[in-house]
């Protein structure tokens, strides 16, 4: 029973993931890569890039949840797949994992690489970080420093103060000005310059030094997750169980398994996915929302976050999670106290009227975007909410008791008092 | 004409003696007044059809039908969030509740009485039947003033009049519609408790200004002209108890009612405006006590305290009114009021003000368009008032002069110059008559004179107590004494009815054909006559109604708000109730702005949809592309730093989007949004692509490209254009042509059209050999 709960959990987060290659032998020098990805439960199917029954969506359906593009000379894709359908894939959700290499990069795939904001460059070269016994005498078989050249990003590289040095021999990728989306989560070593090593340089190389990024993880506005590399040896078996020989260092076993792991993790999106459970404001004291809230009512606000860990969604931990309340502005921002998951906040609205939005916008490098939006209205006072008796308002109480006593007493006066008729007279003549 | 054909009739009628008839006729004649009344304020309602009209009644409906909904207390407590997004409006304390209150009341009445009628039916017929009202009051206010003779004719002026025909026809159900007749009947109520002295019609004046107070922000007029007329006769040495008692009772009762309208508050005893009746209030109670010393002290002392006193409680109430501005406690004038005075202070300092067509200066063809006959023949009535001037004369006097000075500097205030201008030519006509069929009634025996004489005595012995009478009576000038031959009577008296004639006529023909458009369905016709009606607004309207969600938020420039919000039912960023400058301002930038900076603008207001009105391909000069200076100088007066008006001309400084036009003026949003496409299509045969109809030339820019917007819909006659704001892009891609590295040996771009089938091509295709091991890339 417990075996079948198993399998039933395994195969519902279970997801289909297509590689494309230009080459059936990939299958065989990437295998190790490949079966850590089976072994967390994805199932693969490998198919040549050229392939003509090719197809990423059907009837404006995902055919498969993520795609490895592992096939950098792809000219032309078959099929019905083209660099505008993984766009489109793309901008429904699906996630790329796109190799390229140091030449030779196919048409279609510099395509794919554009609409995400990259281009590719040539061959990457460093004189001075290389692997004695793996490299040719180009010098392009690079030996990168985890330390230095990966980014701070736990989510998507791992702890990278425990990873090896990292093997690397490609291309480099040159991010566009405009692309704001992207993590350079991979950068050369500033001795590092793309060029094709055959050929005398007559130009400046297209990228140089921490310019060139060597892997670069790119998470869509829809979170739809791409990572980037202009280096299909990264993932190899060959560099993923090599030992790095660099001139001056002990030899050690390199770092590219884990790497590479992590970010196989990260763009299949088993790390950093974040959801929202359940969301609910309400004035304190009460359960339901209202219609619309009244100006300075103390409010409460909660919002259930859950992260994917291990095929199952557990309570979020953040501690840094922010609520505002905006109107154009923020007029309230409150860190959120996390419970167990469930962040709460209890504040006070202000004292302007207006359509609000409570608004949680969290971006953590890594994790999924996490925003949630919910507008109310907040109304002025009820007329018969306003004070009824105030201090300042006791003259006139008082002038219109006098008033009405008074009005009493000339009445009085008027009916019962009889003046002097001869006194009246007089005064007439006057 | 069956006005006139009643007022000759008249004249037959009134041969017989009886007060019986007299009354009946009175009462015909009114009855008939209002009848047409209604019926010449239906044409737009047999032209097209029983709707709502032009921009501000459709909110006003909206905010009736809420009432009548959900009842009055939510009405009054209603938080608007549909309306200028996201700062919500308090609609019941920002409104003149009257005339929702009105309608509601009159459509509860027939509801008790088991006759259902649609909300909106009452709302499109309401102006028309308190026009018959208002001729009602304005017959009772002549009658005050002068005679009853002279009060039919002034009800029978007013019921037709263009100037007041042009607010009420049937579907402008605005405040104007039942204010004009709040308004006669304040008057006649002032005249009346001036007349009598009585505390009973001061009473029942502040009740009606009250009324007033809560249909029209135009009350202001009379808190100013009734004190006006106080000063005046005080200064002139007619002050009397009778005025003290009627100002007293009703600038208190007056003032304490109208702070009950929550639109209104605390402004009687905080703004400027209002500060002038209460000087009047208290110079008024000083002067009783001078009065009432004067027969107590020696006239020495008088003096002494006349002059004392009164410099003393001058100079105190002036120095206490500039501390409690200069303290804040009083605002200062504003600006609205300021503008009565110098018309180009509007347009320096408050763009939204001079932006509306309808607070421009007259133009002397309106005054003959709007008033015909009467404008001429009125200063002939305000003559014989000042030649037999009494206490009440005075006041219609001042009211006269006013009212020409207001209407000369706003179109708008025609409409307050209306009643007066009837009232007097009332009057003319009426004594003019007099005068010329008099005799004529004489030689048959009985006279109409007679008759009208007799009929004033008997009114005055029922009111005249302590009322001065010895100049004013109505018939005291010397008429019927000068001989007049019988062909020059029967000439003027025939001139005389065919000007009443041509004044009928031209009424009719100005109301059927200028005043009766609804506004919200255009109408055109054919070469051959046919009539083309062209329904864009609705179908627009209807458009957003059906696609696209409930809390979408539609931008458009202000004037658009109201019908967003009535027949979309839609939420606007900013609407005709133009409250909040800086709002309006915002969107003006962002229509002013080029398009990526008008997107953030957009984005940080969370707008959805985009609504223009370009009137390019059917020749409508109300578009926004006419009304875009505007936007340009309401943004910059707000963000002086971004738009400046200067970019939006030409190098001549003219304002034009052809081929001179400036970059800023072609790359903005609005000039984009309204000529977006424009360039492909053709208006005519024989003009040249892109030419626009309304400016009557070629735009200066034709490919238009949009970025950030995208069309959603355009209109049958492209008058109304909506956009979508599209939202940020989900990926940063880079164009092709923005790519810097090119592979070496050409790059082809890989083809953008899959198929099922398709093989693909790679650079470097694995060979199987036999005998070989595979080499990877």
Known sequence: MKLLLLLLAASAAADRVLVLVDNMSIRESHSIFFKSITDRGHSITFKNADEGSLQLIKFGELQYENLILFAPSADEFGGTITAAEIARFVDQGGNVLLAGAGSNVGAAVRDVAADNGFEFADQLIDHVNYDSVLDDGTHTTVVASAKSQLMEAPLIVGDRSKLGPILYSGGALVAAPNNRLRLDVFKASSTAYSHDPTKPIKDYPSAVGRQAVLVSAVQARNNARLVLTASLHLFSNQFLSATVNKEGTKPSPSGNKAFVDSLAKWVLKETGVLRVKSVDHHKVGEKEPPREYTIMEDVDYKLEVEELKGNKWVPFDGKDVQLEFVRIDPFVRTTLKNKNGVLSARFKLPDVYGVYKFLVDYRRVGYTHLLDVQQVSVRPLWHTQYERFIRSAFPYYASSFSMMASLVVFSFVFLYHKSDPVVAQAKKTN | SIILKVMSSKSGLLRSNSLGYTSLLTFVILALAWFVGFASRLFAIVRFESIIHEFDPWFNYRATAHMVEHGYYNFLNWFDERAWYPLGRIVGGT??????????????????????????????????????????????????????????????????????????????????????????????????????????????????????????????????????????????????????????????????????????????????????????????????????????????????????????????????????????????????????????????????????????????????FDLHITAAVFPAGLWFCVKNVNDERVFIILYAVSAVYFAGVMVRLMLTLTPVVCVLAGIAFSLTFEKFLKSDEHFRGSSAGTDNKQYDKLKKQKGSEGADQTSSSPDGAPVSEDPIGPNVRSIVSFVMSILLLMFVVHATYVTSNAYSHPSVVLQSSTSNGGRVIMDDFREAYHWLRENTPDDARIMSWWDYGYQIAGMANRTTLVDNNTWNNSHIALVGKAMSSNESAAYEIMRELDVDYVLVIFGGVIGYSGDDINKFLWMVRIAEGEHPKEIREANYFTEGGEYSVGAQASQTMLNCLMYKMSYYRFGETRVGYNQAAGFDRTRNYVIGKKDITLEHVEEAYTTENWLVRIYRVKKPANRNGVKYTERKIRPTGGHKSSSTVGRSGRKGSLKNKAVVIKGKRPVTA
């Open chain 2, 95 to 368: 409104v003149y509740p009257g005339l929702m209150v009105t309608s509601g009341l009159i459509h509860h009445v027939l509801d008790l009485l088991n006759f259902p009628v649609h909300i909106r039916d009452i709302c499109v017929f309401l102006a028309p039947t308190f026009s018959g009202l208002t001729a009602i009051a304005t017959y009772f206010l002549t009658k005050e003033l002068w005679s009853a003779g002279a009060g039919l004719f002034a009800a029978c002026f007013i019921a037709i009049s263009p100037g007041y025909t042009s607010r009420s026809v049937a579907g402008s159900y605005d405040n104007e519609g039942i204010a004009i007749f709040a308004l006669q009947a304040t008057y006649f109520l002032w005249v009346k408790s001036v007349k009598t002295g009585s505390v009973m019609w001061a009473a029942l004046c502040g009740l009606m200004y009250f009324y007033m107070v809560s249909a029209w922000g135009g009350y202001v007029f009379i808190i100013n002209l009734i004190p006006l007329h106080v000063l005046v006769l005080i200064c002139i040495g007619r002050f009397s108890s009778r005025v003290y008692t009627a100002y007293s009772s009703f600038y208190v009762l007056g003032t304490i009612l109208s702070m009950q309208i929550p639109f209104v508050g605390f402004q009687p005893v905080r703004t400027s405006e209002h500060m002038p009746a209460l000087g009047v209030f208290g110079l008024v109670q000083i002067v009783a006590a001078m009065q009432y010393a004067r027969t107590r002290v020696t006239r020495a002392q008088f003096l002494t305290l006349f002059i004392g006193g009164l410099s003393v409680a001058l100079g105190v109430g002036l120095v206490g009114y500039l501390a409690l501005v200069w303290g804040g406690y009083v605002a200062p004038f504003s600006g609205r009021f300021y503008s009565l005075w110098d018309t180009g202070y509007a347009k320096i300092h408050i763009p939204i003000i001079a932006s509306v067509s309808e607070h421009q200066p007259t133009t002397w063809v309106s005054f003959f």
